[in-house]
């Protein structure tokens, strides 16, 4: 799971809007550089530590990648664009119900969380978060809500959920789950989203 585990954040003098999937050939620079900020975290690592690490000289990452600006924002580019094209085989896999979408949705916070350049950032340098916040979460929600509402119109459909705007229910749960992740609830997640998702989800049967 690690590979597709999104990085949620750049720095603020990062480039608006998400870019294209980078190119493979670009994998070692954005994996030495995630390398680096879970290690020294996003403020104190330098381009000269991410050409250290791939045993490089740093005009070969500038001319590669460009500074720590660029590599933030094509590290997340990359992660998001992997996380997007897991989620409809994570869906269709068990065509969930009510439980079963608000495990999903457990899981992939966890992941999140889990991922050590995230945890290095929420435990060290949460002010880094801020600029996400207020200038580019929204274009992130557009392209997040874009994957994740046809597969829940699709389950409506099917009945498997309960009949909403597919396109508000999915931004919903992605918000939700983006403050979930910068602020963990007391109690258990999965027990936290089940008690405020499940009866939203949850088909109404006929009498």
């Known amino acids: 799971m690690a590979d597709w585990r999104a990085v949620v954040f750049w720095l603020p003098t990062a480039p608006h809007g998400l ?5 493979p050939a670009l ?41 720590i600006d660029q590599l933030l924002h094509l590290l997340f580019a990359r992660d998001l664009h992997r996380l997007l094209a897991k989620v409809p085989g994570l869906v269709e896999q068990d065509r969930p119900g009510p439980e079963r979408l ?7 916070i966890t992941a999140v969380r889990e991922h050590a350049v995230i945890a290095k950032v929420l435990a060290d340098e949460p002010e880094v978060i801020g600029p996400v916040l207020t200038d580019d979460l929204p274009g992130v929600l557009d392209r997040i809500t874009s994957v994740v509402a046809p597969l829940l119109a699709r389950a409506m459909d099917e009945g498997l959920i309960a009949r909403r705007d597919p ?35 949850t088909p109404r049967r006929s009498s």
């Open 27 to 67: 994998d070692p620079y954005l994996d030495a550089a995630a390398r680096c900020f879970a290690r020294h975290g996003v403020r104190h690592t330098t381009v000269q530590d991410v050409a250290r690490e791939l045993r490089v000289n740093r005009t070969t990452v500038y001319r590669q990648v460009g500074g």
């Open 102 to 108: 608000v495990r999903l949705l457990c899981d992939l």
């Open 19 to 23: 870019p294209e999937l980078p190119a």
């Open 167 to 201: 396109d508000l229910l999915a931004e919903w749960l992605v918000r939700i789950a983006v403050t979930v992740l910068m602020s963990p609830p007391a109690a258990p997640l999965d027990t936290f989203l089940a008690e405020l998702l499940l009866p939203a989800l």
